[in-house]
């Protein structure tokens, strides 16, 4: 278990930890291959997901560059033709993806005792409408337009380290993702909770397949609050 006492800041990722991500890019593909009479079910389509993302982002480019080609990769895969519109569709959905009902009271409860901070693989105009919906101001928040490189690249994690100006001792991250968030933020001496979020691709999302261990799992927010703060 771990000693919630040794820690100043808690860092987050927030698309996948603190917003539903999954039901905005569902809600999104599925509409589309529908349209082009393609049939997967919601796990492949979050495993095609997040092995098309993470092949975009491993040169930089700004995320809705990566959320175009994410289509564009269905598109090439399922032969068919997306308009400008579908090529945009994920970018434009992401002002209404929703946190998880525990995100906002549970980070009500962490900011009691800790600093917090969020490190997001998003573009800054993306992340925009998402910052009224967390009603937390945020100690400091490192995207990877800053960085000009994404999750599981050290360097945002680095940049966002030098902003806290807190030993990675003293600095708990918490992330829904292993490929993104555990086994980076631990290769820097960062304790790490993974939020494994339900999912119809269980026990990992959409994301990349990785094996790691984090310091500890939890299923959500809530449960995260309750051991850290005690409520």
């Known amino acids: 278990m771990l000693d919630f006492s040794t820690y100043e800041v808690l860092t987050f990722d927030c698309y996948g930890t603190l917003i539903d991500w999954e039901t905005g890019i569902l809600s999104v593909l599925r509409s589309m291959l529908s349209k082009y009479e393609i049939s997967l079910s ?132 918490v992330g829904q993702s292993i490929f993104h968030d555990v086994l980076p933020a631990q290769s820097l001496g960062l304790s790490t909770v993974w939020i494994n979020r339900p999912s119809p691709r269980t026990g990992i999302g959409a994301v990349k397949r990785a094996e790691g261990k984090p310091d500890l799992e939890l299923t959500d927010l809530t449960s995260l609050a309750r051991l850290a703060v005690g409520s």
């Open 42 to 173: 919601d796990a492949e389509i979050l495993e095609r997901y997040g092995d098309y993302e993470a092949a975009a982002e491993k040169n930089y480019q700004p995320y809705s560059g990566v959320l175009r080609s994410v289509v564009s990769c269905f598109a090439a895969d399922f032969s068919f033709e997306p308009t400008a519109r579908e090529l945009g569709a994920l970018a434009a959905s992401i002002s209404q993806w929703r946190p998880w009902p525990d995100t906002v009271p549970a980070l009500r409860g962490l900011r009691s005792r800790y600093q917090l901070a969020i490190i997001s693989n998003i573009d800054d105009d993306l992340f925009a409408p998402t910052i009224p919906k967390l009603s937390m101001e945020f100690q400091s928040v490192t995207t990877a337009q800053h960085a000009r490189c994404y999750k599981p690249c050290v360097a945002i994690f680095e940049m966002a380290l030098e902003r806290l100006k807190v030993p990675p001792n003293r600095v708990l991250h």
